[in-house]
Antibody
């Protein structure tokens, strides 16, 4: 069955970087895009963007350019989210999700990775 | 780009029906037939309930249905059950290979 397994929780200090992984199984990884979604504590879902797993081309939502980088290692069916120059308001749960085409159909989700930024 | 507009909360009694609205613009909800709905229980990942406005993934009960009129999409849950109590989010294609979520609606089953 389709499964997305994310890396574990992270505690970082302001200014540091973090890299979250999302390993896919149960389907052909390069056939479906991976989307990233942020959920700050007590807040709603916020779409961060997606990466074309066939070409590696990323698309970033407004507000997620510059410090946020999506990447892939197709040899291990894994997508990555790297955030640099972390700030306190980056504290959130970050989800990866398997997409379908370019639309908002995310049929499988990772379990989420909590990134806490605190001094 | 602002989030799609959803009511903060709705409620209903077991067995009743509730409808959650999701209002956008002609650049997102009104412009495409690509609206999805997600259910999220506390501490859990979201789950796809409806896609392409009104299609249900396999395994989702037919008590859940979706529709759209103009710039507003709707999720209707009939025959409310206790386990339906959760947060619900709409999500729409917004052009140029981007999507946008609604602010979320908390459903209480009284």
């Amino acid at each position: 069955q389709v499964q997305l397994v994310q890396s574990g929780s992270e505690l970082k200090t302001p200014g540091a970087s973090v890299k979250v992984s999302c390993q896919a199984s149960g389907y052909t990884f390069i056939s479906y895009p991976i989307h990233w979604v942020r959920q700050a504590p007590g807040q709603g879902l916020e779409w961060m963007g997606w990466i074309n797993t066939n070409t590696g081309d990323p698309t970033y939502a407004q507000g997620f350019t510059g410090r946020f980088v999506f990447s892939l290692d197709t040899s291990v069916s894994t997508a990555y989210l790297q955030i640099s120059s972390l700030k306190a308001d980056d504290t959130a749960v970050y989800y990866c999700a398997k997409g379908y085409g370019s639309g908002p159909r995310f049929d499988s989700w990772g379990q989420g990775t909590l990134v806490t930024v605190s001094s | 780009q602002s989030a799609l507009t959803q009511p903060r909360s709705v409620s209903g009694s077991p067995g009743q029906s509730v409808t959650i609205s999701c209002t956008g613009t002609s650049s997102d909800v009104g412009g495409y037939t690509y609206v999805s709905w997600y259910q999220q229980h506390p501490g859990k990942a979201p789950k796809l309930m409806i896609y392409d406005v009104s299609k249900r993934p396999s395994g989702v009960p037919d008590r859940f249905s979706g529709s759209k009129s103009g710039n507003t999409a709707s999720l209707t849950i009939s025959g409310l059950q206790a386990e339906d109590e959760a947060d619900y989010y709409c999500c729409s294609y917004a052009g140029s290979y981007t999507v946008i979520f609604g602010g979320g609606t908390k459903l209480a089953v009284l």
